[in-house]
T-cell receptor, first 110, second 112 residues
């Protein structure tokens, strides 16, 4: 079945550590997106990519980095510069229409 | 700039009662609107969308929303809710590069 797979489902980060969240899609979608979800704040866009080897900052990109080396994959790295990383992270993809979402990764601080 | 306002953060309702979740938007370009539903610890699922054509759009599980251009609204309604409808609901408007601008969400709590 086609869809978006995010892993891991739960992730813990130590102080000063970088962690990478995986997002893979087999929908053949060109565009991919990363959102951060905090209680009461809805979803905020971190980064997005419309084609391979190209990506743009969203509204809250500071402390995060991404790469888009393959159409199917759009990993997000939460760097040590992100001082408040505890949140639910959602990956999405689209092709000229509604976005399709993965099941999310919940990141917490140890 | 585009924006979405969901006027109610929480809506409690009894089972089999009608419900309306309100959404107002601001957009200076062609308007494409969406409602998504999120169950606990899951991603967002598309509930319904307005791209063009009929201003009343329906989902397969009994929800409907009406696009009202003069009132810049896209309220979500259901005539009779079930316990299983308990979830968080997000309204969104599409921006440039297919980016979505989300409202802050409305938590629908259905009581028996």
């Amino acid at each position: 079945d086609g869809g978006i797979t995010q892993s891991p489902k739960y992730l813990f980060r130590k102080e000063g550590q970088n962690v990478t969240l995986s997002c893979e899609q087999n929908l053949n979608h060109d565009a991919m997106y990363w959102y951060r979800q905090d209680p009461g704040q809805g979803l905020r866009l971190i980064y997005y990519s419309q084609i391979v080897n190209d990506f743009q900052k969203g509204d809250i990109a500071e402390g995060y980095s991404v790469s888009r080396e393959k159409k199917e994959s759009f990993p997000l790295t939460v760097t040590s510069a992100q001082k408040n990383p505890t949140a639910f992270y959602l990956c999405a993809s689209s092709i000229s229409g509604p976005q399709h979402f993965g099941d999310g990764t919940r990141l917490s601080i140890l | 700039a585009q924006s979405v306002t969901q006027l109610d953060s929480q809506v409690p309702v009894f089972e089999e009662a009608p419900v309306e979740l309100r959404c107002n938007y601001s957009s200076s370009v062609s308007v494409y609107l969406f409602w998504y539903v999120q169950y606990p610890n899951q991603g967002l699922q598309l509930l319904l969308k307005y791209l063009s054509g009929s201003t009343l759009v329906e989902s397969i599980n009994g929800f409907e929303a009406e696009f009202n251009k003069s009132q810049t609204s896209f309220h979500l309604r259901k005539p009779s809710v079930h316990i299983s409808d308990t979830a968080e609901y997000f309204c969104a408007v599409r921006g440039v590069a297919d980016k979505l601008i989300f409202g802050t969400g409305t938590r629908l709590q259905v009581f028996p």
